[in-house]
């Protein structure tokens, strides 16, 4: 394999914000000459993919700024400084949904947009509900929704879900019910 | 459904860069209150699942500063100033890969990370290939990878896909290729 690997040179913060920070990296490119990447920091998520005994998936409506609309996604959030990933996907599920999951599992991580942000998210599995109540924090304005996971795969094919995270999670939760997940 | 939208009060200006715009937003709440919310502006992208004659799909590995390692992914990359997604989708898939596709077929669409970035990823299936040659940009170093379709689904259950888009793209692989796909 080639070196494809970037020296970093020099690097500038531009922007140190409540949730994100951002930074210009001057970097060596393998043929020697010189580039700039603009890296947007975050510090990680988790993503939930709650399956209830009925085999729905339990989803959230909220508006999203940056996207200018409500959208319907999996229960997700930001990791608190130190916070694992299992805490942090029990506490937003519980916070965001009302449900606490007696069975939460790692499936995988991915990167959002590797291009420029370093958020990476981890996608659980939520199995063995049981109901509490939603308790958002006071800017979080949330619906609870949940759909039977069928349904859910129709409206991604259909293009109707329009979130990449929540399009992964109900994926898998297709893969999970069909016993296809190792 | 209850009203969650945010009405907009007032919005600044932090970082004007070659990729990425980012502002803060001052927002009032459905309870009344205010909240900023920090949000990237990004062009928006497209993303190619490109699929040999042989069942393979395309993939490309290059260095990403962001995530600061080297991916294993789908061809993508940013929509030039008005560009159409399709236009975009046969140019980054010839640059990236030297695969030129007589037929490309928007899939749908889907935001990357709607809770701080405006960024929306076009989905695009790729068919009839012909091999041209690869011409990537001058900051750009890609590796071009063949890979069986199945094997990409393991490596997605096995974790080893650490970019979301790649991991929508290789699910949107296999229903295609059982004649899943809408």
Do not use: W
């Not at 009925?54 to 916070?83: C, F, H, M, N, S």
């Not at 420029?116 to 924090?137: P, V």
């Amino acid at each position: 394999m080639t070196n494809l690997n970037e020296e970093l040179i020099a690097s500038k913060k531009m922007f140190d914000g409540r949730l994100l920070k951002l930074r210009v990296d001057t970097v060596r490119l393998p043929s020697g000459k010189e580039a700039t990447r603009e890296v947007v920091e975050h510090p990680g998520a988790v993503a939930i993919i709650a399956i209830t005994d009925d085999q729905e998936l339990v989803l959230v409506r909220q508006y999203r700024r940056a996207a200018g609309e409500v959208l319907l996604e999996i229960p997700a959030g930001t990791l608190g400084p130190g916070e694992e990933g299992v805490a942090a996907a029990k506490r937003e599920l519980e916070e965001e949904t009302g449900y606490r999951a007696k069975k939460m599992t790692k499936v995988f991580s991915g990167f959002v947009a590797p291009g420029y942000s370093s958020e990476a998210i981890q996608f659980f599995l939520a199995k063995e509900m049981t109901e509490t109540r939603q308790q958002t924090e006071e800017d979080e304005f949330i619906e609870v929704d949940l759909v039977d996971v069928e349904a859910c795969l129709d409206l991604v094919k259909q293009g109707k879900i329009k979130d990449n995270k929540t399009i992964i999670g109900i994926m898998i939760a297709d893969l999970a019910l069909k016993g296809e997940l190792a």
